[in-house]
């Protein structure tokens, strides 16, 4: 099977190369949705972050995630998006994205519209790189913590995922920032790893 | 594979239409271009009165500001967007689906918007797919609801189970010390006998000492010169025994036995003080007596430890129940002298006050910190190790003094020491007595 445990350097620049692009898509059209500047982090990857069934969440976000969503995408790509808010959520982006009040109902579904774009920006830019076609499922919330600072570790995840990309976004003008964890499953990972193949003989 | 072209666009159309969610089109400027069955039998407006005006027409409940940035999202990126019944649960104010069952007013909604492109490719709108969740909504706000009324239970339960483990221990504390007393005032009973002719026994003997040692004396200074010289035995004998200490010891003897018994004596007394076991009612008590008898008891644990200063101010007696009012005084003197250390000074203190009297147990030890002070009194609640506080006796005590219709409260400050005060009305309101033979009157 192929996995992502095992990429060459090569294979892994060429995989960084590709979020890249799609990551430099995601912010370009969020930017003209919002009409802000988007910054986005280049993307961490760690191929293969997996110790039975636990995901080792890297420890700064396992410290300050208060409430962590995610949301599925489906097709020849599969896996999950998981997208980490801090402590002040996305309350800075109410305006831009048409909320008025702030009660809390807002506050989730203003998280989850949030969720729900940042991970169809990236899947979408990476699915167009591999010219494939992706569908999503809708967004939830996963874990909702008052003040414990350990979200993360109430995953629980059953199939064996292949890669974590993690993409720190922020917002800039609105003082935002959140992280995206992206977990591929093993069986579609192929798909990624036969389009880095493909990028690397195209060079 | 079917030919597309055997299916014309009038059956897709009628499909549309027909298929049991709601099914919106609208262009970039949120006019509707298509509206299905659904969406005209939940809103009452036939799809010729939809098609051709914008969402907010028809639909008033939309939010304007909001609903324009979901459209121009799904355009902008080409991308879902979703609302859930969770967050927003009547995106369309549609009556519920559950008209004779449900408890729910209104229909609940999820809601997807996707990007829809026209023959070219081209971005035509975006398409509005509602489902009607209401039967799972109310299930899962119904279950909402259980689970909160379980979890008020649960507090409940455990509350009451904390409530119980405070009883129990309260009973177990009162139960051994009831055994206790009853031990002591058995052994104490059993003493009193035989310390009692044991006295009057040295007494007498005392009596009789010193009518045989005049008696003795009488005899000398009878016999003159040549009756010695006729009994040289006599002095030997008088030598051989020492006699002249003898007579001085006998006398050191008797007093200190004397002594000694006084104070067996004493300690009987006290520990029937103590115990009363004549006395686990209510009765009128002399406070002062109950400390000091108390102090006796455990004088070997703080002797060495704290000097005990006295300042007892003048009150009369209160109607308590002595034994366990002493249970308080020893709890207290117990945790004061084990929280003091070198120069230890332990102040009691009494008076009257507020139509009442109090009791002050004042130690210069190491004190309470303040995030503690609210919980000493909690059952099980100890900062000594396994063996020297079982946590229970401040519990107790607090339970003894409500039970009395008084107070005990604590000051304390860390590093320089606490002041344990018990306040007891001088009498016993009879409330109780009377409440329940109203109750019984009417
Ligand atoms: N005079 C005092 N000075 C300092 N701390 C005290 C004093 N009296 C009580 N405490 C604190 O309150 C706690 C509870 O006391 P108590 O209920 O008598 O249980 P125990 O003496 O068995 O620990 C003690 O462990 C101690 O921490
Ligand atoms: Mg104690």
């Known amino acids: 099977m192929e996995t992502l445990a095992a990429l060459t350097e090569d294979q892994r620049d060429a995989l960084q190369e590709l979020m890249n692009i799609a990551m430099g898509q995601a912010a370009e059209r969020l930017a003209r949705l919002t009409n802000t500047m988007v910054t986005l982090s280049v993307p961490f990857i760690h191929p293969l972050i997996r110790e039975q069934d636990n995901l080792l969440i890297p420890d700064h976000l396992r410290r300050s995630s208060m409430i962590v969503t995610r949301q599925s995408f489906l097709g020849e790509l599969r896996g999950e998006v998981f997208v980490c808010f801090g402590s002040m959520g996305a309350d800075k982006l109410a305006e831009l994205l048409g909320y008025s009040d702030g009660g809390p109902a807002q506050q989730e579904e203003l998280m989850l519209d949030v969720t729900n774009i940042l991970s169809g920006a990236c899947i979408s830019g990476l699915a167009k790189q591999v010219a494939i076609q992706v569908s999503y499922d809708a967004p939830s919330i996963l874990v909702h913590r008052e003040e414990s600072a350990n979200a993360l570790n109430e995953l629980n995840l059953n199939e064996h995922l292949a890669m974590v990309l993690e993409i720190r976004f922020e917002v800039q003008a609105h003082q935002f920032s959140c992280d995206l964890l992206i977990c591929i499953t093993e069986r579609t990972a192929g798909v990624v790893v036969r389009a880095i193949d493909r990028l690397l003989y195209e060079l | ?442």
């Open chain 2, 1 to 442: 594979m079917t030919d597309n072209k055997a299916i014309s666009r009038e059956t897709l159309e009628s499909m549309l239409k027909a298929i049991n969610m709601g099914v919106l089109l609208v262009d970039h400027d949120c006019k509707v271009l298509f509206s299905n069955h659904f969406m005209s039998i939940n809103s009452g407006r036939s799809a010729e009165e939809l098609v051709g005006r914008t969402l907010f027409e028809v639909f008033p409940e939309l939010p304007e500001v909001w609903t324009r940035q979901k459209i121009n999202s799904v355009v902008t990126l080409q991308n879902f967007a979703f609302t859930s019944w969770q967050q927003r649960p009547h995106l369309f104010n549609f009556e519920s689906t559950r008209p004779i069952s449900g408890l729910v007013g209104h229909m609940y909604q999820n809601c997807t918007f996707f990007p829809v492109q026209d023959a070219d490719g081209g971005s035509l709108g975006v398409g509005l797919a509602i489902s009607d969740t209401t039967d799972t909504a109310a299930r899962q706000l119904e279950l909402t609801h259980l689970n909160e009324l379980l979890e008020e239970e649960k507090s409940a339960q455990a509350l009451l189970i904390a409530r119980l483990e405070e009883a129990q221990a309260q009973l177990l504390q009162s139960e051994k010390m009831a055994a206790i007393g009853q031990l002591a005032a058995g052994v104490a009973h059993e003493i009193n006998n035989p310390i009692g002719f044991v006295c009057s026994n040295v007494n007498s003997l005392r009596r009789y000492l010193v009518d045989l040692f005049a008696l003795l004396d009488a005899y000398e200074q009878a016999s003159d010169e040549k009756h010695a010289q006729a009994h040289p035995e006599l002095a030997a004998m008088r030598d051989k025994a020492d006699y002249d200490f003898m007579r001085q010891d006998i006398d050191e003897l008797i007093v200190e036995s004397v002594e000694g018994l006084d104070r067996v004596t004493r300690i009987v007394k006290d520990l029937r003080e103590f115990s009363h076991v004549d006395s686990y009612e209510w009765q009128l008590a002399d406070l002062h007596k109950g400390l000091d008898s108390t102090l006796n008891v455990i004088w070997n644990e703080i002797k060495f430890k704290a000097q005990v200063i006295k300042r007892y101010g003048d009150i009369e007696p209160i109607e308590c129940m002595g034994s366990q009012i002493n249970q308080v005084f020893l709890n207290l003197l117990i945790n004061a002298s084990h929280a003091v250390g070198v120069d230890g000074e332990i102040i009691i203190n009494s008076g009257r006050e507020d139509g009442g009297v109090f009791v002050e147990v004042v130690d210069n030890g190491h004190g309470i910190p303040l995030d503690i002070q609210n919980r000493i009194f909690e059952p099980f609640f100890t900062t000594k190790p396994v063996g020297m506080g079982s946590g229970l006796g401040l519990s107790l005590s607090y339970s003894i003094i409500v039970k009395h219709h008084g107070r005990l409260t604590v000051e304390s400050e860390p590093g320089r020491g606490s002041c344990f005060r018990a306040w007891l009305p001088l009498r016993q309101p009879q409330v109780q007595a009377h409440a329940t033979s109203a109750v019984e009157g009417c």
